[in-house]
């Protein structure tokens, strides 16, 4: 098995699902975008670290660049209200 390449294991009567390990990143990535556009009330500052950190670490172990978004307009919106207070 390569190194760039996952096995889970399933039911017995489906034996064996390969899952590439890039299109896990890049499944990932498509979640942290969307966490990130939408925003939702329980996504914390905390929770977003963490996901931010663990794209990078993931996508640093696979030598695939870690372009993250730019902040979100909710994002954007804090920071101004902040700064304008």
Do not use: C
Not at 40 to 67: C, K, N, T, V
């Amino acid at each position: 098995m390569s190194k760039s390449t996952v096995a889970f294991k399933t039911a017995p009567e489906t034996g064996l699902i390969r899952v590439d390990l890039a299109e896990a990143v890049d499944s990932f990535a498509e979640l942290y975008d969307l966490l990130e556009d939408y925003s939702p009330m329980w996504y914390s500052e905390e929770i977003h670290d963490r996901a931010q950190s663990a794209l990078i670490l993931l996508r640093e172990s696979l030598g695939i660049e870690p372009a993250l978004k730019s902040p979100t307009k909710k994002q954007k919106s804090l920071e101004y209200s902040v700064r304008n207070r």
